[in-house]
Structure formats: C-alpha cells, structure tokens
C-alpha cells in the first residue's frame, strides 16, 4: 500500500478546534475559532462543505431566524465541540464559548435541507464540557471524557445517547478504566473503541498543572461494557493531544497533535493494528503538512481530507504557547 499526500490547497476557512464529518462527497465542517477573531458577541456556528469532487469550499448563509425565539434551535459559535453522522442527520455535541462557556445541549442538523434544531432528549444528559470525543456505533452515540464545565475537571465517563429514543444513559463500565482525559481521540473499530493519547492530570480528574501524555492505547469494549486489558507496546508514538484519528480497513491511524512537557508539534503518522496490537510508523510520498494541532480529518472513500489547525510561528522558535499561527490550508492523503 503506497500512500501519498496528492493535494495541497490553500484559501479554505481558517480554523481550529473545529469539528468535521463526511457525507458522501463532501466534508460539512463546523465552527471552531481563529485567533484574534472576536468571540465574546454570540453568533451561529459557521457551516463550511468542502466538496472532494471539484475542491472547492462553500460557505452556507446563516439561519435566517426572523426573531430571538428560534435561535436557540441553532447553536452558537464553539470550539473543542464534537459532529457526528447518523443516516442523514449530523449532531453537534459540547464545545465552548469565551462569553456563555460550555454546552450540553444537543443540537441536529439535517444535511438534506440544511436545517437546524434541537431534539427532545431524556435521561442522564452528561455535563457541559469540550475536549471530549464522540463516536457512533448502530447508530448509537458514545461520547468520552473531556473537560467537565461546573465540576472543573477531567473526565472519564462514557456516555451514550440512543439516537431513535433521544435517550441518553451513563454507561457503568467495568474493567480499569482509560484515565481523566481531554483532547484525546476514540475511534470505533468493530465493536471496540479505541482511545489514544489526550492531556490528563498525574494526580487525578483536577488540574494541577501536572500535565501527562499517555501513549497506551486504551479499548472499550460496548458488547461488554468492560475497559479490557491491553499489552505494552514496544514502539509507539509519543503522547500527544489535540491530534487527529480515523480508521480505515480495519486500522487505526492518527496524525499530529501537540505534547507540552516536550514542547513539541508533531506532523508524523501512524497505524495500529488491533489484531496484532502493534503501531507502526507510516511515511506517506508527496507533500505533507507542517506540524500542528487541533485541526480536522475526515475519510472520504480512500482518500483523507485534512484542514486546518495551529502551529507555532517559524520566526519565533519552537514552543511559546501565544505565538501560534492558525491553518486555512487542505491536504489529501491518498490510499
């Protein structure tokens, strides 16, 4: 298999922290931020659709609301939110803002007619937070960790929501669970989820501004309930968070991402095998992006879709938390 990065554009939305998922063709990608944008008025979350045919962005007009009333059926501009695809309808989920901060509220999009609202949900809602990850199995929504608003700390929760009854459910796990985390990734490969990487605490669920980076990767299974047990790997990436994950035949892939206690931005690939249980580093042709977080990955039939992000300004070295440049390019890595 020869992977290679086969398309770089430039010119597309300026964005970090935001959320991305395939339909078909295309990439709908929503809200996120850019530095030095204002984000204290509230305003709707942005709709950009990349299409992978013609490659070309557009940008959906916003929600014409003819009052206050109907605005809450639209969410507001956020970061460190979570979108996902069941059949035709995209959810957004968590994500904050620097005037309202974060959210709980589950909110539907409907990709046909572009259409907003807010589904009737029961049960045990999980906690406002961002950082968390979301993933769909059966049309089941399982959303993980992340950093909860009012208990002011990390979280090692999964929640379900069950798409046909809106019904969401704390799930009781058993087994050791994966640590207090946000920023990491889960991917659902079969019926396990896979977590890797995110920014925890040495000490627990608070920040201490202890931070640590795990590179174990920790699977859920969601027959079972059960956090399994899961060999040492002799290689594996560094930790990381903020990094991008997606599966293809069977593999998990993750790219990018940040770890503070190196003080590094990461631009490398890698794939794990869950039959084996072992990564491998993989070095795709072509030109590929620089190194940067939080941006966004979707597969689109062989082909993933990778925009945006952060990363540290060349002129100022290495590091320095502040002086981030914010990405508005495109890449294509083709399997």
């Known amino acids: 298999m020869m992977l290679r990065w086969t398309v770089c554009l430039d010119g597309g939305p300026r964005r970090v922290n935001h959320a991305a998922v395939p339909v078909g063709h295309k990439v709908y990608s929503f809200g996120g931020y850019c530095s030095g944008e204002d984000y204290e008025t509230l305003r709707q979350i942005d709709v950009h659709i990349f299409n992978t045919v013609s490659l070309r962005w557009t940008k959906l007009p916003p929600v014409r609301t003819g009052g206050r009333e109907h605005t809450r059926e639209v969410p507001y501009m956020r970061y460190g939110h979570t979108a996902v695809l069941v059949e035709d309808t995209i959810y957004i989920w968590g994500g904050r803002n620097d005037t309202e901060g974060a959210c709980n509220i589950l909110y539907a999009f409907e990709v046909g007619i572009h259409r907003w609202w807010t589904p009737k949900v029961t049960g045990s809602v999980p906690g406002a937070r961002d950082g968390h990850s979301a993933c769909v199995l059966n049309k089941d929504m399982y959303i993980f960790g992340g950093y909860e608003q009012l208990a002011d700390c990390f979280s090692n929760d999964i929640h379900k929501l069950d798409s046909h009854t809106m019904c969401w459910s704390l799930i009781k796990a058993t087994g050791t669970p994966a640590r207090w985390r946000d920023f990491h990734s889960a991917t659902i490969i079969g019926t396990k989820m896979f977590v890797f990487g995110g920014r925890a605490d040495r000490f627990g669920p608070f920040h201490s501004n202890n931070e640590i980076y795990c590179n174990k990767i920790r699977v859920f299974d969601t027959e079972t309930h ?99 440049m914010d990405h508005s390019d495109l890449y294509i890595l083709d399997f």
């Open 226 to 324: 059960c956090w399994l047990n899961t060999p040492t790997n002799q290689i594996q990436p560094e930790g990381r968070r903020s990094h991008s994950a997606f599966a293809y035949k069977g593999e998990l892939y993750i790219f990018g991402g940040y770890n503070a206690r190196l003080d590094r931005h990461f631009n490398d690939l890698w794939k794990f095998n869950p039959e084996a249980f072992c990564w491998k580093k993989v070095e795709p042709k072509g030109k590929f992006p620089c190194p940067r977080r939080r941006q966004c990955c979707c597969i689109v039939g062989d082909r993933i879709i990778l925009f945006g992000g952060t990363s540290p300004c060349a002129e100022q070295g290495m590091g320095d938390e502040f002086n981030l």
